[in-house]
């Protein structure tokens, strides 16, 4: 069911002052920006190998990256994703683990993907991602 890291979720303040890091120091090459309404966050992401980073700036103060940039003022790792092949059944699993759902049905998120989350608490304090492409949908 799982396949790989899909990507890293990165928050950062302002994606205007961190994109030119990721270009200029790094050498990365933004592939496209993209609002996740849903979300209340702005997302820029980085193709590194197989694995895509991505940056995620608040768009609302309510939003959960603005709540985990109040706790960590600096930014940093949010969370790690996984791309999965079943999205449901992946979640099905995790919950059969005794392990606590965020999302218990997946939901539209960035670049064309159905998203659900773990809760840190019961995944050792990393925030989990799982994610698949919608159908029809090309993603990132």
Known sequence: MIQRIDHLGIAVKSLAEAVPYY????GLKCEHIEE?????????????????????EPTDPE?????????NPAGGVHHVAFATDAIEAQLGQAAAAGVRL???????GAGGKQVAFLHPKSTFGVL???????????GH
């Open 63 to 71: 939003s959960p990256i603005a709540k985990f940039l109040e706790k």
């Open 102 to 108: 965020i999302h218990e049905k997946p939901f539209d």
């Open 36 to 56: 996740v309404v849903s979300q209340k966050v702005k997302t820029a992401f980085f193709a590194c190998g197989d694995v895509h980073i991505e940056l995620l």
């Open 128 to 138: 989990t991602e799982f994610c698949m492409p919608k159908p029809g949908a090309a």
């Open 23 to 26: 270009e200029k120091a790094l």
